[in-house]
Every structure is written in structure tokens, then in C-alpha cells.
């Protein structure tokens, strides 16, 4: 019954291939394209418009435009493979009374035709992914192929990313930016490269702009800064040497009690080669937390340091001090301090 029934209708064997081809040319999360509707409207013969559902954060819904392109593309565009769709599957959707382009043939019961996935999109009727790729052999590197919609999609997503020059187009909507690094620039070098010019920028951008009204002897580079005098206002804080602890720059003369951080934005501050060490290993770690935190809150807590390590204490040594000061390193520096000090 199965075998004529699929002469007709889409039945769930089905569902694997066409689900994974919809979703390498759309670029969408698997979920979207379960509940895409059958309608829609051709605009000028070239472009398809639809809606489409996303629920991951509520209900919203997204007017889409997808490029048909000529018959012989109909597998390679994002337009083309819908309307294959909407013809496969036309004879279920009016039995089943459906919107949704996605109704198949079921055996069970003496057959119907039904919209699978209309109580829970995760229901057990399909696509296994995992079982249709071993079915068909498919390999990577020797092994078994570990196929999965969210690989797909960020697949589609990097390739659509290199393609622009990095400009992570909807992904960059649709993601977070934790997501967007570690999905799509953490694993392309040059991509990484791009995006540290960028953001390197941007801090200097705004450093010029909150240092613009502070004069110039305040804004001297720290590696220009003379060392600190031996007078007992003088004191090592945690990654250098403060040379005035009462110059406080919000409040002239009362003892500082600003974060430790603050010290790479302070006209007070100045750094020797005992110091370096100690802020190649804060480095370090300002990296790990670039990959936890969200950007705009990493900039606010650290985009400071950064810039005066990266721009100026660093760049003033030499690569073979660097290379010896890196040996020197400690295991940890006070910034597990700073960030969590219920700990100690």
C-alpha cells in the first residue's frame, strides 16, 4: 500500500531528503521549515513570498522573499524548492484540510493524511537525520557522517558569511553574538583576523572619544609614562604601579578605591618589565572571558585593559622581551578576584 500511496503523496520516508535540501537552500532552523504554510504569492516570476514561524523566542512571524530562478535550477534555490514542495505535496494538504506546505500520506489506521507535526513539532514521525545518513553510507573522514539540521544551517550561514566578506547578513540577526563567534568566527582564522581589526577599532574609536577632553600630559601613553618615585604615596596594585594613590581622578586628593581595572585608564598609572608577566597572563584571560560574556559587556568591563595592553604596553617591548616575559607568566592573575570575590 506504502509503495503505491508514494506514486501520489509524500509519505514520511520522504521527509529526510527534501527537509535537508529545504534547509541547505533556505538557511533555516529546522523548526521553521516544519511549520512553513502552503501559502503564498509570486511576485514579478522570480520571487516567492511567504511567511514564516519562528518560536524559540514566542511567536514571530517573517514575511520572506525567496528567489525562484529558472526550472532548470529548481533544486538550487530557496524558491524553487518550495514550490516543488507545494506541488508534492498539494493532494495531502487538501485532504488533511491543511495550510501547512508540509502534509504527507500516513499508513497507520487504514491510511490518512495528516500535518505530522501539528500537536509537537518534535514528534517522533520524522526527520531522523542520524538513520537516514547511515542508510545511505554517507561518510566524513572515514567515519560515519554526523548529520544534524543545526550543522546545516551553520554551514549555510559561514558560507553565506565568506561569501559577503564576513558580514554575517541574517545570521547576524537571527543569533547571538556568543553564537555568531563561536559557530562562525572561532573556527575560520581569517575570519577571526577580520574580526579583531574591527573590534580593535571600535575600542579606539571609542577610547579617542572619552580621552578627548583630558589634556595631553593625563593622556601620555603608560609605556611613556616615567617610572613611579620612590615616595610612599606609591604603591603596586595588582598589575602595575600607581605613582600617586591620592591623584584619584574622579575625586583629587581622597585615597583611590577604583576597580584594579581602571588602573590602564588612569593618568597615575605606570608600568616596568616586573609587570609584564602578570598582564600577558591577564591577557590571556580577558580572551577567555571575549568568549563567554556578551560583547557589549565585555567592551564596558574590559575593552579598556584591552586597548592599553594590545595598543600600547605590549607594542612598546621588543618580540624577544615578550618571548622571555611569556616564560615568566604567572598561572593566574587577581582577576578571579575582581570577578567573583565571594570565593576568597
Same mark, same amino acid.
Given at each position: #500500500?506504502?509503495? &503505491?500511496?508514494?506514486? /501520489?503523496?509524500?509519505?514520511? *520516508? !520522504? =521527509?529526510?531528503?527534501?527537509?535537508? $535540501? +529545504?534547509? %541547505?537552500?533556505?538557511?533555516?532552523?529546522?523548526?521553521?521549515?516544519?511549520?512553513?504554510?502552503?501559502?503564498?504569492?509570486?511576485?514579478?516570476?522570480?520571487?516567492?513570498?511567504?511567511?514564516?514561524?519562528?518560536?524559540?523566542?514566542?511567536?514571530?512571524?517573517?514575511?520572506?522573499?525567496?528567489?525562484?530562478?529558472?526550472?532548470?535550477?529548481?533544486?538550487?534555490?530557496?524558491?524553487? #524548492?518550495?514550490? &516543488?514542495?507545494?506541488? /508534492?505535496?498539494?493532494?495531502? *494538504? !487538501? =485532504?488533511?484540510?491543511?495550510?501547512? $506546505? +508540509?502534509? %504527507?500520506?500516513?499508513?497507520?489506521?487504514?491510511?490518512?493524511?495528516?500535518?505530522?507535526?501539528?500537536?509537537?513539532?518534535?514528534?517522533?514521525?520524522?526527520?531522523?537525520?542520524?538513520?537516514?545518513?547511515?542508510?545511505?553510507?554517507?561518510?566524513?573522514?572515514?567515519?560515519?557522517?554526523?548529520?544534524?539540521?543545526?550543522?546545516?544551517?551553520?554551514?549555510?550561514?559561514?558560507?553565506?558569511?565568506?561569501?559577503?566578506?564576513?558580514? /554575517?547578513?541574517?545570521?547576524?540577526?537571527?543569533?547571538?553574538?556568543?553564537?555568531?563567534?563561536?559557530?562562525?568566527?572561532?573556527?575560520?582564522?581569517?575570519?577571526?583576523?577580520?574580526?579583531?581589526?574591527?573590534?580593535?577599532?571600535?575600542?579606539?574609536?571609542?577610547?579617542?572619544?572619552?580621552?578627548?577632553?583630558?589634556?595631553?600630559?593625563?593622556?601620555?601613553?603608560?609605556?611613556?609614562?616615567?617610572?613611579?618615585?620612590?615616595?610612599?604615596?606609591?604603591?603596586?596594585?595588582?598589575?602595575?604601579?600607581?605613582?600617586?594613590?591620592?591623584?584619584?581622578?574622579?575625586?583629587?586628593?581622597?585615597?583611590?578605591?577604583?576597580?584594579?581595572?581602571?588602573?590602564?585608564?588612569?593618568?597615575?598609572?605606570?608600568?616596568?618589565?616586573?609587570?609584564?608577566?602578570?598582564?600577558?597572563?591577564?591577557?590571556?584571560?580577558?580572551?577567555?572571558?571575549?568568549?563567554?560574556?556578551?560583547?557589549?559587556?565585555?567592551?564596558?568591563?574590559?575593552?579598556?585593559?584591552?586597548?592599553?595592553?594590545?595598543?600600547?604596553?605590549?607594542?612598546?617591548?621588543?618580540?624577544?622581551?615578550?618571548?622571555?616575559?611569556?616564560?615568566?607568566?604567572?598561572?593566574?592573575?587577581?582577576?578571579?578576584?575582581?570577578?567573583?570575590?565571594?570565593?576568597?
Amino acid at each position: #500500500m506504502i509503495d &503505491l500511496a508514494r506514486m /501520489l503523496f509524500l509519505t514520511v *520516508r !520522504d =521527509l529526510e531528503p527534501l527537509l535537508v $535540501l +529545504l534547509a %541547505i537552500r533556505t538557511g533555516r532552523n529546522v523548526e521553521t521549515l516544519k511549520e512553513l504554510t502552503g501559502e503564498h504569492r509570486i511576485r514579478e516570476s522570480s520571487v516567492l513570498e511567504t511567511q514564516t514561524i519562528k518560536r524559540r523566542r514566542g511567536y514571530e512571524s517573517e514575511t520572506v522573499l525567496w528567489d525562484i530562478g529558472s526550472a532548470k535550477r529548481q533544486l538550487k534555490t530557496a524558491g524553487g #524548492m518550495y514550490l &516543488l514542495l507545494h506541488r /508534492l505535496g498539494r493532494r495531502s *494538504r !487538501d =485532504l488533511a484540510r491543511s495550510d501547512k $506546505l +508540509l502534509c %504527507i500520506f500516513l499508513q497507520r489506521n487504514g491510511g490518512s493524511h495528516r500535518f505530522v507535526w501539528e500537536n509537537r513539532l518534535n514528534n517522533v514521525a520524522g526527520p531522523d537525520l542520524g538513520a537516514w545518513a547511515r542508510s545511505h553510507n554517507l561518510t566524513e573522514g572515514g567515519a560515519a557522517l554526523r548529520l544534524t539540521f543545526n550543522r546545516i544551517k551553520t554551514t549555510v550561514d559561514r558560507e553565506r558569511a565568506q561569501a559577503n566578506n564576513f558580514q /554575517l547578513d541574517r545570521a547576524a540577526v537571527t543569533n547571538t553574538p556568543e553564537v555568531l563567534y563561536r559557530s562562525y568566527i572561532a573556527p575560520d582564522p581569517t575570519a577571526r583576523r577580520a574580526l579583531e581589526s574591527i573590534t580593535n577599532g571600535a575600542l579606539l574609536d571609542l577610547d579617542a572619544r572619552l580621552t578627548a577632553e583630558r589634556s595631553p600630559e593625563k593622556t601620555a601613553p603608560i609605556s611613556q609614562r616615567p617610572e613611579a618615585p620612590d615616595v610612599p604615596d606609591a604603591i603596586t596594585t595588582a598589575f602595575m604601579r600607581c605613582r600617586d594613590v591620592l591623584g584619584n581622578p574622579e575625586q583629587p586628593g581622597v585615597e583611590c578605591n577604583a576597580d584594579m581595572l581602571a588602573c590602564f585608564g588612569c593618568p597615575c598609572a605606570v608600568v616596568g618589565d616586573e609587570h609584564i608577566p602578570t598582564i600577558l597572563r591577564l591577557s590571556a584571560e580577558l580572551i577567555e572571558h571575549f568568549e563567554r560574556l556578551p560583547l557589549e559587556q565585555w567592551i564596558a568591563r574590559f575593552g579598556q585593559a584591552w586597548l592599553a595592553i594590545h595598543n600600547d604596553i605590549l607594542p612598546s617591548r621588543t618580540t624577544e622581551e615578550i618571548a622571555h616575559f611569556a616564560t615568566l607568566m604567572p598561572t593566574h592573575t587577581a582577576l578571579k578576584i575582581l570577578e567573583k570575590p565571594e570565593m576568597f
